[in-house]
């Protein structure tokens, strides 16, 4: 009987020690995918709004299906290539700006030149 109790016991013990394992593990690697989330987000989010053309255009080219899909891939990547245009533009806009500041500073005297 004492010997049947220490099995079962011993069998929850390891089943409670696994289970505590994967529970730290998977916290572990949530941990080192966290950077990722807010792309994967914007991922599914972009993901949902070219979802919903695509539709439309598969049933205005009905005969040739592909034609729909490279419509909506030079949609996506002229959309992204704008976007990354004006992004772009805007942080060489914020860089020029920083350098006439420091420029101001230093003929200012509030920063000294090397």
Known sequence: M?????????????????YLFITFLSIY??????????????AILLAMIF???L???SASFEEKGFLSALLMTLLVLLIN??????LM????????NGY???????????VQAY
Do not use: C
């Not at 006439?100 to 509030?110: A, D, F, K, L």
């Open 2 to 18: 004492d010997a049947a109790i220490r099995i079962k016991n011993e069998k929850g013990t390891y089943f409670s020690r696994l």
């Open 51 to 53: 979802l919903s053309p």
């Open 89 to 96: 533009a805007s942080l060489a806009n914020e860089v020029v």
């Open 29 to 42: 690697l949530l941990y080192q995918i966290f950077p990722f989330f807010i792309v994967i987000i914007w």
């Open 100 to 110: 006439h500041r420091v420029e101001e500073m230093i003929n200012t005297g509030q």
């Open 55 to 57: 539709p439309k255009t």
């Open 81 to 86: 290539r704008i976007a990354f245009t004006l």
